[in-house]
């Protein structure tokens, strides 16, 4: 099982020793403990480097373990102890963007409390989250909506994980309710002052807002 030591830090750069190399479906590495974070929770996997490879995504793997896809194993074998570096700016980003979701659904249940956040997409250009409840939409939604994102941004609230990391890890923005979260974050919500609402919409009992950053 890979240690996840990411879910408790947002270290970009450590050390790790290789545990296993595989080639199928595409070139992967273990590692004993790892700063990655997997795709998974409507976010996109990191991306940097295991030592000399260069890592394009990070998955799930059975049995607790994490496979980071590499161009290429050449030149690595299992027990070695090598550097790992996260990509600051493809973590940037997807931070930036997954806070911005749990932001969105906050925001959307402090001025219509009867909605709740039910599912979450946070990849660029097509950033979305969903909520179901039964509270019609009115014609102020919209305004309500960005004035409150426009309250919440200003007042700069902390962005933190709190509860056990590996056991119950919740990310919580200023006073609201923890929202149980393995995923990426930024420290404050005045890292999302660009945050836009581009739609939003009503299908099959489930309403979509959807979003993007800049
Ligand atoms: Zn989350």
Redesign the pocket.
């Given at each position: 099982m890979t240690l996840k030591a990411y879910l408790a830090s947002d270290a970009l750069t450590g050390t790790a020793t290789i545990t296993a190399i595989g080639t199928e479906p595409a070139p992967h590495i273990r590692i004993d403990t790892t700063l990655f974070h997997p795709q998974g929770?409507?976010?996109r996997g990191d991306r940097g480097r295991i030592g000399p490879a260069r890592v394009i995504d990070t998955r799930h793997a059975a049995e607790g373990e994490v496979d980071h896809f590499v161009e290429s194993v050449e030149g690595l074998a299992v027990g070695d102890v090598i550097e790992i570096a996260v990509d600051p700016e493809h973590r940037r980003e997807g931070a930036r963007l997954?806070?911005a979701?749990?932001l969105l659904a906050d925001a959307v249940q402090a001025i219509r409390p009867g909605l709740h956040a039910v599912a979450?997409h946070?990849w660029k250009g097509e950033a979305r989250v969903e909520f179901e409840g039964a509270v019609a939409i009115d014609e102020a939604f919209e305004d309500d909506l960005a004035a409150k994102i426009v309250e919440l941004v200003s007042a700069g609230l902390p962005v933190r994980v709190v509860g056990d990391p590996q056991a119950s890890r919740a990310?919580a923005i200023g006073d609201f309710t923890p929202?149980?979260?393995?995923?990426?974050?930024v420290s404050s919500t005045a890292e999302l002052a660009d945050l836009n609402v581009t739609a939003i919409r009503s299908k099959k009992g489930r309403l979509r807002v959807s979003y993007d950053l800049g």
């Amino acid at each position: 099982m890979t240690l996840k030591a990411y879910l408790a830090s947002d270290a970009l750069t450590g050390t790790a020793t290789i545990t296993a190399i595989g080639t199928e479906p595409a070139p992967h590495i273990r590692i004993d403990t790892t700063l990655f974070h997997p795709q998974g929770g409507g976010q996109r996997g990191d991306r940097g480097r295991i030592g000399p490879a260069r890592v394009i995504d990070t998955r799930h793997a059975a049995e607790g373990e994490v496979d980071h896809f590499v161009e290429s194993v050449e030149g690595l074998a299992v027990g070695d102890v090598i550097e790992i570096a996260v990509d600051p700016e493809h973590r940037r980003e997807g931070a930036r963007l997954h806070s911005a979701g749990h932001l969105l659904a906050d925001a959307v249940q402090a001025i219509r409390p009867g909605l709740h956040a039910v599912a979450g997409h946070h990849w660029k250009g097509e950033a979305r989250v969903e909520f179901e409840g039964a509270v019609a939409i009115d014609e102020a939604f919209e305004d309500d909506l960005a004035a409150k994102i426009v309250e919440l941004v200003s007042a700069g609230l902390p962005v933190r994980v709190v509860g056990d990391p590996q056991a119950s890890r919740a990310l919580a923005i200023g006073d609201f309710t923890p929202v149980g979260c393995g995923g990426l974050h930024v420290s404050s919500t005045a890292e999302l002052a660009d945050l836009n609402v581009t739609a939003i919409r009503s299908k099959k009992g489930r309403l979509r807002v959807s979003y993007d950053l800049g």
